[in-house]
C-alpha cells in the first residue's frame, strides 16, 4: 500500500523549545515541577515551516473514534507538520491513540520516491488507547541521510477503508556530528545523558526513546517534555481540527479542556508496543 497523496497545509510557526504561555496552560493538572531537568529540545531550523505532512486523522464521521470528537490518532512529534529526525537506521516511533473500536492497525514506510519499504498489518491495538510504539526492523533498514514517509492507520472496517482513522509524517535520517559523537561518548551508559546530547542536536526520535522508557523512574523529565513540546503541538492539532468543523465547533474553553485530557493521557498512559495478530 502506498501512502495517500500530500495535502498542502498552512506553514505554522516554530512552537519548540520555548516554554509554554500561560494562554496554554488553562488549568494544567500536569505542572512541570519545580527543578525539572529541562532537555531544552529545538527542532533544526530547516524542518520548522516545512508544509505539514500531516492532514490530521482522516476520516472523522463513522470513524472508529468518533466517540472522542476531538481525541485522534497523534504521533509523538516536536512539530506539527511531523517531522522527526533519527539517527538510527532502524528507528522506534510512537502514538497516542484514543480509546477506539478499530479492527487493527497498519503501519507503512514508503522512501522519497513513493516505493513501499515496510508495511506491518493487522497490527492489535489496544482498545482503551494509550501509547503505542513500533520499531522498523532490520529487514526493512533505513539508509541514513534520506527522507521517508509513515502513515499509521486505525482500521475501522476492512471493507470501507475510508472509514480509516490515519496520521502520517516523515522521518529524516542524520549521521551524528562531531559534537554529537563526542557527547554521546561523554555521556556512557547514561541514558538520561544520552538523551540530553539528542535533545541538543535537535534529534527528536532517541531524544524521545530515552525519556518515555525510563518515564517510570524519570517522571519529572517524562513530564517535562510532555509539557514543553508535545503539549503545544497537540494544542496546534486541536485548534486546527476545531477551524475544520463545519458546525458545532468547540468553544476556548472547551478547547482546553481537551488539550488537558489528551496531555494528561500521554503523560499517564502505558506504552505498548504493536505486534501483529497471530
Given at each position: 500500500m502506498l501512502l495517500?497523496?500530500?495535502k498542502k497545509s498552512i506553514q505554522w510557526k516554530k512552537i519548540v523549545?520555548?516554554?509554554l504561555s500561560p494562554a496554554l496552560v488553562i488549568g494544567s493538572g500536569l505542572v512541570v515541577p519545580e527543578g525539572a531537568l529541562g532537555l531544552d529540545f529545538s527542532a533544526p531550523s530547516g524542518d520548522v515551516g516545512r508544509p505539514a505532512s500531516s492532514m490530521g486523522g482522516g476520516t472523522r464521521g463513522g470513524s472508529c473514534t468518533a466517540s472522542n470528537p476531538m481525541g485522534e490518532l497523534r504521533a509523538l512529534m516536536p512539530l506539527h507538520n511531523n517531522i522527526g529526525r533519527t539517527t538510527s537506521q532502524t528507528p522506534t516511533?510512537?502514538?497516542y491513540v484514543p480509546k477506539n473500536?478499530?479492527?487493527?492497525?497498519?503501519?507503512v514506510v514508503t522512501d522519497e520516491e513513493g516505493n513501499e519499504l515496510y508495511l506491518e498489518e493487522e497490527l492489535q491495538v489496544p482498545a482503551a488507547g494509550?501509547?503505542?510504539k513500533i520499531t522498523i526492523p532490520a529487514t526493512a533498514m533505513l539508509e541514513m541521510g534520506k527522507e521517508y514517509k509513515w502513515q499509521m492507520s486505525l482500521v475501522c472496517d476492512p471493507e470501507d477503508r475510508s472509514t480509516d482513522e490515519w496520521d502520517r509524517g516523515k522521518l529524516v535520517t542524520v549521521t551524528p556530528d562531531e559534537n554529537l559523537q563526542k557527547a554521546l561518548e561523554a555521556a556512557g551508559t547514561d541514558t538520561l545523558k544520552q538523551a540530553e546530547a539528542y535533545a541538543?542536536?535537535?534529534i527528536w526520535q532517541e531524544t524521545l526513546g530515552a525519556i518515555i522508557e525510563m518515564r517510570q523512574e524519570r517522571q519529572t523529565e517524562w513530564t517535562d517534555l510532555v509539557e514543553k513540546v508535545l503539549k503545544p503541538v497537540m494544542q496546534q492539532h486541536l485548534a486546527r481540527e476545531n477551524e475544520a468543523r463545519l458546525n458545532q465547533k468547540l468553544s476556548p474553553e472547551e478547547l482546553a479542556q481537551w488539550l488537558e485530557q489528551i496531555t494528561e493521557a500521554i503523560a499517564t498512559s502505558p506504552l505498548v508496543e504493536l505486534t501483529a495478530a497471530n
Open positions: 495517500m497523496g500530500w523549545g520555548v516554554l516511533m510512537y502514538w473500536t478499530a479492527k487493527y492497525g497498519e503501519f494509550g501509547l503505542v541538543s542536536a535537535g
